[in-house]
């Protein structure tokens, strides 16, 4: 069964940094040998958005919004993807979610219908 937990997620003040953790199951990388995984978040209101994703092979994609501030890794060995999220602003707040993809360009297209796994959430605040 694949499972990804999410953590890291709390509230920062405008212009502060955090890095967001998503350990997956062993099981998704022994199913897998070619994947992708990102990170999505929605806000209060809105729709869900993708905001970063990586492909096996490390190849990344970001939304404009987030680019040059937000960096997307994978730990192999530890079976864990990072959100390394700095000079955060307010409209960064929202839900962070995890996801995964089952073949090396699904997640990579940052589209929600795309990615077949997803974590429960974690919560980022930032404050003016």
């Known amino acids: 069964q694949v499972q990804l937990v999410e953590s890291g997620g709390g509230s920062v003040q405008s212009g502060g940094s955090l890095r967001l953790s998503c350990a997956a199951s062993?099981?998704?990388?022994?199913?897998?040998?070619?994947?992708?995984m990102a990170w999505f978040r929605q806000a209060p209101g809105k729709q869900r958005e993708g905001v970063a994703a990586?492909?096996?092979?490390?190849?990344?994609k970001y939304t404009d919004s987030v680019k040059g501030r937000f960096t997307i890794s994978q730990d192999n060995a530890k079976n864990t993807l990072y959100l390394q999220m700095n000079s955060l602003k307010p409209e960064d707040t929202a839900m962070y979610y995890c996801?995964?993809?089952?073949?090396?360009?699904?997640?990579?297209?940052?589209?929600?219908?795309?990615?077949?796994?997803w974590g429960q959430g974690t919560q980022v605040t930032v404050s003016s």
């Open positions: 996801a995964a993809g089952g073949d090396h360009f699904g997640c990579l297209l940052l589209l929600t219908v795309t990615c077949n796994y």
């Open positions: 990586i492909g096996s092979d490390g190849r990344t």
């Open positions: 062993k099981y998704f990388y022994s199913r897998y040998s070619t994947y992708s």
